[in-house]
């Protein structure tokens, strides 16, 4: 059946704060989690987690780099483009409280809810954690040595009929919600083929939000310059 992926990045990046209001309602802002799932590949829950909720977590993870900045790997896909980065963090159970709380946030399990239908589906060991990293445009997909471990094509209808559904939950520790402040750009609709494409589009988390997204979207992380 369906399975989501637990990918739990945790972003945490200095930025400034400047809101932007928006005047007129959107069409889009009526649109439900699954539809814009669907359609364009990703969404936002906003305020997934209350501001207490994240310093709380944030202090764990802030602690958790302090004793194991050492061990952090200070590049993304082998450049030198900034920023920190490490794998497999659940495996530590100093973070175990953060995972703990991100995994029965009630917002994103409403959501995860809805995409898949009820509660068919469980998050994968595969989590990491991302600090001031740039990396290049990409697609979260087995490549290299590991395709040997993907018997279905990421585009294929699976022999019940369901339909590829492998998401990344990201959660932000600080505000990104400033105009010059990205966390992350998608291309909207980019999921649906190997080859599609579209505008790319800035995403602006505040802190506390979580940003969902299929594994075979057209991602980048944020711009080197800020």
């Not at 290299?144 to 492998?166: E, F, I, N």
């Amino acid at each position: 059946g369906n399975v989501a992926d637990g990918l739990t990045q945790l972003e945490s990046v200095v930025t400034n704060v400047s809101v932007q209001v928006q005047n007129s309602p959107s069409p889009l802002l009526s649109r439900s989690f699954k539809e814009k799932y669907d359609e364009d590949g990703y969404f936002i829950i906003p305020a997934a987690f209350k501001a207490e909720e994240i310093d709380e977590m944030a202090e764990i993870v802030n602690k958790y780099i302090l004793d194991n900045g050492p061990l952090l790997r200070p590049y993304a896909f082998h450049r030198n483009l900034g920023g920190w980065y490490a794998a497999d963090i659940m495996s530590d159970p100093k973070l175990k409280p953060v995972f703990d709380k991100t995994h029965r946030n009630k917002a994103l399990r409403k959501a995860l809810g809805e995409v898949f239908g009820g509660p068919n589906y469980r998050f994968f060991k595969r989590n990491e954690l991302n600090i001031d990293r740039s990396v290049g445009w990409h697609r979260d997909a087995m490549g290299g040595a590991l395709k040997r471990y993907q018997w279905l094509d990421d585009w294929s209808v699976q022999p019940d009929q369901s339909k590829y559904r492998v998401l990344n939950v990201a959660v932000y520790f600080e505000d990104h919600s400033g105009a010059d402040n990205n966390a992350l750009t998608v291309r909207p609709g980019s999921q649906v083929s190997a080859t599609a494409t579209s505008e790319p589009v800035a995403l602006h988390p505040a802190k506390g939000d979580i940003v969902i997204f299929d594994c075979r979207i057209t991602h980048r992380g944020q711009d080197p310059k800020n």
